[in-house]
């Protein structure tokens, strides 16, 4: 139906950054809201940011001011710029996206995740 594929992830020093991209792509009809999560060992999955279609944006408290999140409607592509990376910004950081697909049967899609370690 819908494939979610990440890249971008790895290791970062404190204070270095990386881009996240995550291109969404099958019976695609539309796309409405697509984010990040991320889930660190022992703890809940929670939201990073997300962007909904008209370009409205929502960040984390944890990460207002250092990422910035950004899609590419025609290529179906979300992206997350993460600057000034903490170590506690590790974690498994997985693409959602909420897809209407060609049937009209509207679905939220994940990502296979992608690992993000900032340590020195």
């Keep these: 139906q819908v494939q979610l594929v990440e890249s971008g992830g790895g290791l970062v020093q404190p204070g270095g950054s990386l881009r996240l991209s995550c291109a969404a792509s099958g019976s695609i009809f539309s796309i409405s809201t697509m984010g990040w999560y991320r889930q660190a060992p022992g703890k809940k999955r929670e939201l990073v940011a997300s962007t909904a ?4 944006t929502n960040y984390a ?3 207002k001011g250092r990422f910035t999140i950004s899609r590419d ?4 592509t979300v992206y997350l710029q ?15 996206a909420d ?3 060609q ?5 939220a899609f ?10 020195s």
């Design 99 to 101: 897809v209407t697909l």
């Design 103 to 107: 049937s009209r049967f509207r679905n």
């Design 61 to 63: 408290d944890s990460v």
């Design 53 to 56: 279609g008209g370009g409205t």
């Design 73 to 76: 409607n025609a290529k179906n």
């Design 82 to 96: 993460m600057n000034s990376l903490k170590p506690e910004d590790t974690a498994v950081y997985y693409c959602n």
């Design 110 to 119: 994940w990502g296979q995740g992608t690992q993000v370690t900032v340590s």
